[in-house]
């Protein structure tokens, strides 16, 4: 017959009283001995000379008191995983490239350095189209907000055709975007000189908003506001710079024997922006506005061949630089381990808003 818990817990109790019993009954039968030999005045005791009786051996069954099992909690220690050298972002364009980059978390610093190496060949506004797609992957910097990030790769699939370009550094030391085919993004001049532009009039005959009748439009409107920074769509020298009749503010570049651009109802020009002075392609010369014959701000913007104004958007000018010897091969090989580096670094992607 089974002992349940609280009896064999009551059992185990009792043998402990009468084990105390015993030991008390025994402490006090020595006393008494003692005390006796001490009062025949016989007896001097010392301590190797005491004999004192053994307490009664008691011969008892152990009785197994179960004990409930305890198990302490396993605690996972959290492995600290390194930090990619690299941040990978793509994602599918619904409206703009900046709605979709910005949908996606991209540092601005990031993606304005892709819109520049882009900007030679792609119009954002009229060449995007809805579900277009991009992707960039970036080097980490020491800034928090990747201000000093390095652009390494960036992608952009526009009406199905991909356009990759990398970053390489020269022997000179000098960095530049190429494709695959090692040509540099870089073109003779910009199809944009200032970003996120809308084209609010095209190239060719148009009614005037102000003549009222039709005329030429010698080169093509971008709606910005008032005080956009308007960048230089190529390097040359200023030619003009200053009021100039129904442009208003206007400046005018030469870039090469045949080229010129033109920028007019300008705000202001940018300090140090005079005839005479050389310019870099991108550099700042003025900012957007609403002066000489306009009916609101906006860039007017014009391409010229041999003195002649020509369709902007129609222009086609060759790579700025490409690749060879040594440079081809070193480009190679950055270009391979670039590829590496986006297979290994998983992209940071959410559903772009509309």
Not at 2 to 16: H, T, V
Not at 26 to 36: E, I, K, L, P
Not at 42 to 51: A, D, V, Y
Not at 126 to 142: A, V, W
């Amino acid at each position: 017959m089974g002992f349940s818990s609280s009896a064999m817990i009551r059992m185990a109790f009792i043998g402990g009283l009468a084990t105390m019993g015993i030991g008390l009954i025994w402490m006090g039968a020595s006393t008494t001995s003692v005390h006796r030999h001490l009062s025949a005045g016989s007896f001097t005791p010392s301590l190797g000379q005491l004999e004192l009786p053994l307490p009664p051996t008691i011969a008892a069954t152990a009785l197994p008191i179960p004990m409930p099992a305890l198990s302490l909690p396993k605690f996972a220690t959290a492995v600290p995983q390194p930090v990619s050298r690299f941040v990978h972002y793509e994602g599918n364009i619904r409206g703009s490239l900046f709605e979709a980059a910005m949908a996606q978390g991209v540092p601005v610093a990031m993606l304005t350095e892709m819109i520049k190496a882009f900007s030679y060949d792609v119009d954002f506004q009229r060449d995007i189209q809805p579900d277009d797609h991009f992707e960039l992957m970036f080097e980490r910097g020491t800034d928090k907000r990747y201000n000093d990030a390095k652009l390494v790769y960036a992608s952009m699939t526009l009406s199905g055709k991909e356009m990759k370009l990398y970053r390489f550094a020269d022997q000179q030391g000098g960095f530049d975007y190429y494709n695959q085919a090692g040509e540099s993004a870089k073109k003779a001049l910009l199809k944009t000189p200032v970003d996120g532009a809308k084209i609010s009039s095209g190239f060719g005959m148009r009614f005037h908003p102000i003549l009222h009748y039709s005329t030429q439009h010698k080169g093509i409107d971008f709606a910005v506001n008032t005080g956009t920074p308007v960048m230089a769509a190529g390097s040359g020298k200023i030619e003009m710079a200053g009021v100039n009749g129904s442009y208003g503010i206007y400046v005018r570049i030469e870039h090469d024997e045949s080229h010129e651009t033109a920028y007019g109802h300008l705000s202001r020009l940018a300090p140090g922006i005079r005839p005479g002075s050389h310019v870099s392609q991108g550099q700042i010369i003025a900012y957007s506005g609403s002066t000489g014959r306009s009916t609101g701000p906006h860039l007017h913007y014009e391409v010229l061949v041999d003195e002649e104004q020509v369709n902007p958007m129609s222009v086609k000018f060759q790579a700025g630089r490409k690749l060879a010897g040594k440079d081809l091969v070193k480009f190679q090989a950055v270009e391979k381990q670039a590829v590496a580096e986006l297979a290994e670094t998983p992209a940071t992607t959410r559903t772009a808003s509309r």
